[in-house]
């Protein structure tokens, strides 16, 4: 039997539900950025794929206006750290809700590094770190 669940139907809510457990193994985007005033913020999104190759495009999606995507429409610029198994830990516990202006970085103790081309920092540990602007 078939279920048809029509977004118009279902709460946002159970269309979020429904849509991340349909669309699995998903990568975890770990997106680092700089406020306007310098504060480095760091936080995992889930919905997070690659759009293009020419030009390279990666995308993700913020559910709720977020100080990470704030701070990209403010500066331009993130990076998409990969969230690897062993950084699940840290993954998870920089996923809390923090004040604005607390950097999770220092909030749960995450090493970070300074990125080559953008201004964000990238996770240390991450091993890759993709730099982007805004497109």
Same mark, same amino acid.
């Given at each position: 039997?078939?279920?048809? +669940?029509?977004?118009?139907?279902?709460?946002?809510?159970?269309?979020?539900?429904?849509?991340?457990?349909?669309?699995?193994?998903?990568?975890?985007?770990?997106?680092?950025?700089?406020?306007?005033?310098?504060?480095?913020?760091?936080?995992?999104?889930? +919905?997070?794929?690659?759009?293009?190759?020419?030009?390279?495009?990666?995308?993700?999606?913020?559910?709720?206006?977020?100080?990470?995507?704030?701070?990209?429409?403010?500066?331009?610029?993130?990076?998409?750290?990969?969230?690897?198994?062993?950084?699940?830990?840290?993954?998870?516990?920089?996923?809390?809700?923090?004040?604005?202006?607390?950097?999770? +970085?220092?909030?749960?103790?995450?090493?970070?590094?300074?990125?080559?081309?953008?201004?964000?920092?990238?996770?240390?540990?991450?091993?890759?770190?993709?730099?982007?602007?805004?497109?």
């Amino acid at each position: 039997m078939r279920t048809v +669940f029509r977004p118009d139907e279902v709460s946002s809510r159970r269309f979020y539900q429904l849509l991340t457990a349909s669309v699995v193994p998903r990568p975890i985007a770990w997106i680092s950025t700089v406020s306007a005033d310098g504060v480095a913020n760091l936080a995992p999104y889930s +919905f997070f794929t690659v759009s293009s190759v020419e030009p390279p495009v990666v995308q993700f999606t913020s559910v709720t206006r977020k100080d990470s995507l704030r701070n990209i429409e403010a500066t331009g610029e993130f990076v998409v750290n990969l969230a690897t198994a062993p950084l699940v830990d840290q993954v998870n516990d920089s996923s809390a809700s923090f004040d604005h202006g607390v950097s999770e +970085f220092e909030a749960v103790g995450i090493e970070s590094e300074p990125s080559a081309i953008v201004t964000p920092p990238r996770v240390a540990a991450a091993p890759i770190a993709i730099e982007a602007t805004l497109h």
